[in-house]
């Protein structure tokens, strides 16, 4: 018999996917498996609930001749399938229940599981006959299927007859109970969700109220952040100026105020070139600074309102939204006053030492070449003595002539010296990039010759190229290696290394020996014109080649060095730019 008015079927529902997830829970399977039990215990009928994927969420009282051979063998399965599968469509048509009798010839009956009309499972009851089972058919059937017949029929006779009427009216029952489970099952959903709805409320009352503290807290830091940024403004020396893109303050600094006699609130809102001198250049430079973005050490002069001009250097970059749009300006500016004035002092001084150092100049060159004139006659009249008298002195005075003519060329020694290192200021320089390892091998090929016992071991290192004056820079080297070679003399074997080491922005040359050395504590000597650290007896020399070298490298805006140590040689260093 089947039964189509199911009027409890609703077009609609409220019911989806998700709230059914878990239909054990939903439906109490647990309790509802206790009630079909017991009537199991009572009725002897099979039952089972399956959901809609054929998962089995109830089952009891399965006979064995579905469990051990229809289920198992091939064919019946497939019959068995079949059966499940009419009965699920019937149900699916929204009928109240449906009994149909399997290829296997037992009779099996469902009812379905319906929530708020959503069709979640079915309830089944079957594997009994309403009718004695005819004998025959099923002797038939285990022949044909291959089953043992002793065994099959033994199975056929646990399965009950029920009158049909009786079935019929445990539908009814199963059918109301079923409708009372689902209307349950639609209050745990309704529960469930006004749970989670309370749930999700009070989440987002404690959300909104740790998100307002958050904000709460961040306010006051943002707050505690721009006070601190303020008072940090405020007490900048420099003067601290915020302008919109159209050239208006629209913050300022205490220091602002100072350096134009005007208060905070009159500056806000006025033309920033109203307090600068030359304000049409202002504005220009403002729409070129619009334009590149920043402004780096550009000199300015604020006007006071008493009239005086102060002096300033800018310094200013563009701010920024978070779309990345210019929407203001940030402009330092600094007090240069006490710059300005200490700049004219000095190029004042500049210039006065520059004209007394070039009077100094004139007149050493003056007095140097005016010396030679005497210091021949002095020389020459040596000579006629010597070639003419020198028989007739005794040898006393021969001692006395020796020493008047050592003295002469010593002294005309250093009036060259003298002329070269006065020279040395006075040329002009013709600075170009500079093969230093030409140089340098220029220079030592000649004391390679002469050096016929091989007293000399150079170590020549690659030497970078730098830029300077070709024949100063040939002086300055050829000052430090005639040194080196001439403090390592002594030794049975002198050896000179010669390299250079690069930096960022410049090259240090260096020229190191393992001569007699000297002590530190008197290495400024070293650059003081006519200053010796050795005796002239010991080691020949004008005593100005260090003094002409360092005036080279000064010239160059190179500095000069040296480290040594007494009996264990020397270094010189000095610096040359890259560029």
């Not at 109490?28 to 498996?33: A, R």
């Not at 000095?346 to 003056?366: I, V």
């Not at 000052?479 to 000179?496: R, T, V, Y």
């Amino acid at each position: 018999m089947e039964n189509r008015d199911h009027n409890q079927i609703k077009k609609s529902s409220s019911i989806k996917s998700e709230d059914i997830k878990d239909l054990k829970e939903i439906l109490e399977i647990e309790k509802l498996s206790r009630l079909l039990e017991q009537f199991y215990s009572v009725t002897g009928l099979s039952n089972s609930i399956m959901d809609l994927k054929g998962n089995i969420l109830h089952g009891v009282g399965w006979k064995s001749i579905c469990t051990e051979f229809h289920r198992k063998h091939k064919t019946s399965s497939e019959r068995c399938l079949i059966s499940d599968t009419i009965l699920a469509n019937r149900l699916k048509k929204k009928e109240k229940y449906s009994i149909y009798i399997c290829q296997n010839g037992m009779v099996d009956a469902a009812t379905p599981i319906i929530i708020d009309g959503v069709h979640v499972a079915n309830f089944f009851i079957g594997q009994f006959f309403f009718e004695t089972p005819d004998k025959d058919f099923f002797i038939k059937q285990a022949e044909e299927l291959g089953f043992d017949k002793e065994k099959y029929l033994k199975a056929l006779k646990e399965c009950h007859v029920y009158n049909k009427e009786t079935i019929l009216k445990y539908l009814d029952f199963f059918s109301e109970l079923l409708n009372m489970v689902g209307e349950s099952a639609l209050k745990t959903i309704n529960q469930k969700k006004q749970v989670a709805e309370i749930t999700n409320k009070e989440e987002q009352t404690a959300e909104l109220i740790i998100a307002n503290e958050q904000i709460q807290a961040a306010n006051a830091t943002i707050s505690k952040a721009e006070k601190y940024n303020r008072s940090l403004i405020e007490a900048n020396l420099d003067s601290f100026v915020i302008l919109g893109l159209n050239g208006k303050i629209t913050d300022v600094n205490y220091a602002t105020e100072r350096a134009t006699g005007l208060p905070r609130e009159k500056l806000i809102g006025t033309d920033f070139s109203e307090y600068v001198t030359g304000p049409d250049k202002a504005q220009a430079g403002f729409q070129q600074f619009l334009k590149d973005g920043k402004v780096v050490d550009y000199e300015l002069n604020f006007k006071h309102i008493n009239g005086d001009s102060i002096p300033v250097l800018c310094n200013a970059s563009v701010y920024k939204d978070d779309e990345g749009q210019i929407i203001g300006v940030l402009a330092v500016a600094r007090d240069i006053s006490s710059i300005k004035k200490y700049e004219n002092k000095l190029m004042n001084l500049n210039n006065n030492l520059e004209s007394a150092n070039k009077e100094l100049e004139t007149f050493s060159y003056s007095v140097s070449h005016d010396l030679k004139a005497p210091l021949r006659h002095i020389t020459g009249y040596l000579s006629l003595l010597v070639k003419k008298y020198i028989t007739l002195l005794p040898e006393e005075g021969r001692h006395y002539l020796d020493n008047i003519s050592y003295s002469a060329k010593n002294m005309e020694e250093l009036i060259d010296g003298l002329l070269q290192f006065l020279k040395t200021g006075k040329i002009e320089m013709n600075q170009k990039l500079l093969d230093m390892n030409e140089i340098v091998d220029a220079l030592i090929q000649p004391y390679r010759e002469q050096d016929q016992q091989h007293r000399i071991e150079f170590h020549i290192n690659p030497l970078p190229s730098a830029f300077g004056d070709l024949e100063m820079i040939k002086s300055a080297w050829n000052n430090l290696i005639e040194n080196a070679i001439k403090f390592s003399g002594k030794k049975d074997l002198a050896k000179i290394s010669i390299g250079a080491e690069k930096n960022e922005t410049e090259i240090i040359y260096y020229i190191k020996d393992n001569g007699t050395g000297f002590d530190m504590n008197y290495a400024s000597n070293l650059y003081a014109i006519f200053q010796r650290l050795h005796s002239r007896q010991d080691y020949g020399g004008k005593g100005i080649g260090l003094v002409t070298t360092q005036r080279i490298i000064t010239r160059h805006g190179g500095r000069i060095w040296a480290e040594s140590k007494v009996g264990e040689g020397a270094a010189f260093y000095f610096t040359l730019m890259k560029r």
